[in-house]
Nanobody
Framework: QVQLVESGGGLVQAGGSLRLSCAAS????????MGWYRQAPGKQRELVAS???????NYVDSVKGRFTISRDNAKNTVYLQMNTLKPEDTAVYYC?????????WGQGTQVIVSS
């Protein structure tokens, strides 16, 4: 079982930055594939960025060049650095860990970008 706790959300003006953190429990973090998802009101949850256990990253087109996902295996933590935020980035952001066929989700952290 993997428990995930997100932090770092908040209210920011358009053009600003936030860094989200997701801390994982246990000793298997280094072999987990990690991802950040978001869900805006009335919309489906979407994958924003992912990072594999080997460090390969992927981003949805709408955040490329603005968001950076990274991981620190020594701290059991994955980060999402979000720059040049836009109002359309407003959503609840969720961290997900994947191990084999199992998915583990955090509780989410709210990001609100004001125009």
């Amino acid at each position: 079982q993997v428990q995930l706790v997100e932090s770092g959300g908040g209210l920011v003006q358009a053009g600003g930055s936030l860094r989200l953190s997701c801390a994982a429990s246990g000793s298997i973090f280094s072999i987990l594939d990690m991802g950040w998802y978001r869900q805006a009101p009335g919309k489906q949850r979407e994958l924003v960025a992912s990072i594999s256990s080997g460090g390969t990253t992927n981003y949805v087109d709408s955040v490329k060049g603005r968001f950076t996902i990274s991981r620190d295996n020594a701290k059991n933590t994955v980060y999402l650095q979000m720059n040049t935020l836009k109002p359309e980035d407003t959503a609840v952001y969720y961290c997900k860990a994947k191990l084999l066929k199992n998915d583990y989700w955090g509780q989410g952290t709210q990001v609100i970008v004001s125009s």
